[in-house]
């Protein structure tokens, strides 16, 4: 099988929220979720553990604090549910949130030395929140790091209050 056609078996071709699990937002918040999820769907490599075939559909929601990622065939056909605990998560995404508040802050007031200091920072902790994500989906979901970087993001957008 060539690279390309088994690339476009382990992937995403649809992500969709649980809205009844994580609710509906404001606008803004709305667009960040859409563009997060087409970003993933975009670019990425997901192949659950002894899952024959793909591409599949993910639909995420939330229940009892863990992320609840049900997997799918594109037609709907259950593939496998897994249950991952948001509180490992917790730290990380609250730290994510604080320095991309500075970092929003100083991009109006601060030097540019001072800015790239801040994104360095909040680099550093997404790639920390996408690394526990790998972790966590070890023995899972076969994923490389920028997929697991875009799941990452879903899951702080997920948290954002607007």
């Known amino acids: 099988m060539s690279s390309d056609a088994k690339d476009s078996v382990h992937r995403l071709v649809a992500v969709k929220l649980d809205e009844n699990s994580i609710g509906r937002s ?5 667009h960040e979720r859409a563009v997060a999820i087409y970003d993933l769907i975009e670019e990425n490599t997901f192949a659950p553990v002894g899952a024959t075939g793909g591409p599949f559909a993910l639909n995420i929601a939330i ?5 609840v990622f049900d997997i799918r065939t594109p037609a709907g ?3 496998v549910t897994h ?3 948001l509180s490992p998560f917790r730290k ?8 991309c508040e500075s970092y929003y802050h100083a991009i109006r007031t601060s030097t540019p030395s001072q800015i790239e200091a801040i994104d360095m920072g909040r680099r550093g902790l997404h790639d920390e ?3 526990l994500l790998l972790e966590r989906l070890e ?3 076969a994923t490389d790091f920028d997929t697991a970087r875009r ?3 879903l899951i702080c957008v997920l948290h954002w209050k607007g």
């Open 26 to 30: 404001n606008p803004d918040v709305e």
């Open 63 to 67: 229940a009892d604090n863990r992320l």
């Open 77 to 79: 056909d259950p593939v």
């Open 83 to 85: 249950m991952l605990s």
């Open 92 to 99: 990380i995404v609250k730290d994510y949130f604080l320095i």
């Open 129 to 131: 929140g996408s690394r």
């Open 139 to 141: 023995s899972k979901v």
């Open 151 to 153: 799941l990452f993001t």
